[in-house]
């Protein structure tokens, strides 16, 4: 073969062979790089679609979550708003800043109703553009009075009799009825009967007073198997009736339906508590009061009432204290107790009130278990709201963490 040939020949082959090593890898010459088949565009793209996906749920835990609170910001306002009147106003919730949405009538004071809500525990913001007023009826002297509106229930079940100005505040009335809600979670009421109610033309509209008297009877229902609320609008009465069985019993139903009379009492209604307690012992002397006090504060002085961490359940060293303080309480039997619990400022203001009600109860409890009455006791928590050392250091927040007795009157 001539030399030309040759030269030919191997150019040939140079030109055949210089596309495949233009696209080869970085391997070696003859070796076959491991990437060749699944370029790294691939695996870009796998791990991008892995972090969307995860990205995807994350942002669905999120938007679950912040829905949650913003659900209950909206339900803890619209209660707020109702007790206050302001019955055609909405609240919506962005995080936790409100928007106040619909109508109020002229004279109500919606500064007022702004700095309530404002005030509800989670709210950081409250906007009120969204809420406008309107001209308020005109009011027409008349002598049309309407019969007393009288809520009564027993179990279940609930009738209203009465008379209101419009079938619409009857409708109105049947529907707050039927949203109040069981300590449970369901219907407190299965039955609601407001058959008994009539129309009477002329009578002063009932905006100012009927949503506060429902909330009144969902907050008294609560504890009370069978009772009652009357409300007289032409004399400016609200009438509250049932029985309770405890002195422990009777402080918790006032205690809870304290924010609702306030609210009828500032519309001008004069509110009269019918619930009765148990019967009363003869009252104690001061004397005998007073000494018991004192007793009590000498034997829990530098002491208190050890319960497991973060709970209600007494340690033996809480309850050998107790079993102390029973001595005192046996040789002065006749004067009542209240037992307050208190908490640092640790924890959410909701969580230490919840749990400081819960140790008063678990003493009281304890007393009971060794044969003491419970008609004597009354628990009452405090939360942080009445510490009496300094909460930024643990020797303060041991001191807050506290049990107190009360040797009372009556």
């Known amino acids: 073969m001539s030399m030309s040939r040759k030269n030919k020949t191997s150019k040939r082959l140079q030109s055949i062979n210089r596309p495949q090593q233009s696209h080869s890898s970085s391997a070696p010459p003859g070796k076959r790089s491991p990437f060749d088949d699944e370029p790294a565009s691939s695996w870009a793209a796998f791990i991008a679609g892995t972090i969307l996906v995860f990205l995807v749920f994350a942002a669905v835990a999120v938007f679950m979550g912040t829905r949650s609170v913003e659900s209950d910001l909206e339900a803890r306002a619209v209660r707020t708003l109702q007790n206050a009147g302001f019955i055609a106003v909405t609240a919506d919730a962005d995080g936790f800043n409100l928007a106040l949405k619909g109508e109020y009538q002229e004279g109500q004071d919606i500064a007022s109703a702004e700095q309530a ?63 109040i809600e069981s300590d449970e979670g369901g219907a407190r009421f299965e039955t609601v009967d407001v058959s008994g109610v009539d129309t009477v033309e002329g009578i002063p509209s009932e905006d100012d007073w009927i949503g506060k008297a429902v909330a009144l009877v969902g907050s008294l229902a609560g504890d009370l198997p069978t009772g009652s609320v009357m409300v007289n609008p032409a004399a400016d009465v609200v009438t509250t009736s049932g029985k309770v069985d405890s002195r422990q019993a009777k402080h918790d139903i006032s205690d809870g339906a304290a ?34 006090d004192q007793t ?12 497991e961490f973060g709970s209600d ?42 749990l400081s009600q819960q140790r008063a109860q678990a003493v009281v409890d304890y007393f009971v278990s060794q044969g003491e009455d419970p008609n004597r006791f009354i628990a009452i928590g405090y939360g942080d709201t009445r510490p009496i050392a300094d909460n930024s250091t643990e020797e303060g927040r041991q001191k807050n963490r506290r049990i107190e007795f009360i040797a009372l009157e009556g």
């Open 296 to 307: 009590l504060a000498e034997l829990i002085e530098g002491k208190v009432v050890e319960f």
């Open 313 to 354: 359940e007494l340690t033996d060293e809480g309850k050998a204290l107790l079993d102390e303080l029973l001595v005192a309480l046996r040789e002065i039997p006749n004067v009542p107790v209240e037992v307050d619990g208190h908490a640092d400022a640790k924890g959410t203001p909701e969580r230490n009130m919840l």
């Open 117 to 179: 809500v404002a005030d509800l525990v989670g709210v950081a913001a409250v906007d009120t553009s969204g809420v406008w007023e309107v001209a308020a009826p005109v009011a027409v002297e008349t002598d049309v009075q309407g019969a007393p509106v009288l809520f009564a229930w027993e179990g279940d079940t609930i009738t209203v009799t009465g008379e209101l100005s419009s079938e619409d505040q009857i409708a109105y009335l049947d529907d707050g009825l039927r949203a």
């Open 259 to 292: 924010e609702f009379v306030a609210a009828l009492e500032a519309s001008g209604f004069a509110v009269t508590d019918g619930i009765l307690g148990p019967p009363k012992p003869p009252p104690p002397t001061r004397q005998e009061v007073e000494q018991l």
